[in-house]
């Protein structure tokens, strides 16, 4: 059984800064593929970030390019998520999620068939 803790949210101010963490137990964390979603109020959920097991891809959504960084420590069996340049329409529940498989980056952007979820950490950012 795989279990992803996140931790790391709250509120800010915009443009401020927070940086999110994904703690992983149960499983060999090198062999999973890590990614971030989130989820607004009334909103459906929206992919943020994904990255390869060895940190050598990654991928975001546009939203997010050139203020989210997404990286990993597979020594620490943690993923994190870096945001910078906060604004408003980033509030949301951030959540963690990974999958063993090898599938593109680019297919996590619907966010199905990953195997295990975390259960989020809430980001509130004021204007």
């Known amino acids: 059984q795989v279990q992803l803790v996140e931790s790391g949210g709250g509120l800010v101010q915009a443009g401020g800064s927070l940086r999110l963490s994904c703690a992983v137990s149960g499983r060999t964390f090198s062999i999973l593929t890590m990614g971030w979603f989130r989820q607004a109020p009334g909103k459906e959920r929206e992919f943020v970030a994904a990255i390869s097991w060895s940190g050598g891809n990654t991928y975001s959504a546009d939203s997010v390019k050139g203020r989210f960084t997404i990286s990993r420590d597979n020594a620490k069996n943690t993923v994190y998520l870096q945001m910078n340049s906060l604004k408003p329409e980033d509030t949301a529940v951030y959540y963690c999620?990974?999958?063993?498989?090898?599938?593109?980056?680019?297919?996590?952007?619907?966010?199905?068939?990953?195997?295990?979820w975390g259960k989020g950490t809430l980001v509130t950012v004021s204007s």
């Open positions: 999620a990974a999958d063993p498989s090898l599938r593109a980056l680019r297919s996590w952007t619907t966010g199905y068939g990953l195997d295990y």
